[in-house]
């Protein structure tokens, strides 16, 4: 399985971004899919995650400017950034948790190469 994300650059604060993910190879089903971000510095955090039945869970820093949202016919993850501001600066990584090779399979995770995000004041 390989997530290849996409959209990341550079923004000015309160300008928008989107980020897209899509996973592909041989599997049977995804369960969540999510971004997390990493900072210089700082850990990976999660920034937003979406189930296979479409519920949502974002970080406290990021709701009400960031939506997540999947298209399970393309395996694809997208995250909508608006209103960014300086501290959204990171790399973001794109996760694909519980994916099942086949049904019966036990559940791997996977994660993307980063996609640098840049926002200056």
């Known amino acids: 399985v390989q997530l290849q994300a996409s959209g990341g650059g550079s923004v000015q604060a309160g300008g928008s971004l989107r980020l897209s993910c899509a996973a592909s190879?041989?599997?049977?089903?995804?369960?969540?899919m999510s971004w997390y971000r990493q900072a210089p510095g700082k850990q990976r955090e999660l920034v937003a995650l979406i189930t296979s039945g479409s519920s949502t869970n974002y970080a406290d820093s990021v709701k009400g400017r960031f939506t997540i949202s999947r298209d399970n016919a393309k395996n694809t993850v997208y995250l909508q950034m608006n209103s960014l501001k300086p501290e959204d600066t990171a790399v973001y990584y794109c996760?694909?948790?519980?994916?099942?090779?086949?049904?019966?399979?036990?559940?791997?995770?996977?994660w993307g190469k980063g996609t640098l995000v840049t926002v200056s004041s």
């Open positions: 190879g041989n599997f049977f089903s995804i369960n969540a």
């Open positions: 996760n694909a948790a519980n994916v099942l090779i086949f049904p019966t399979a036990d559940g791997m995770d996977y």
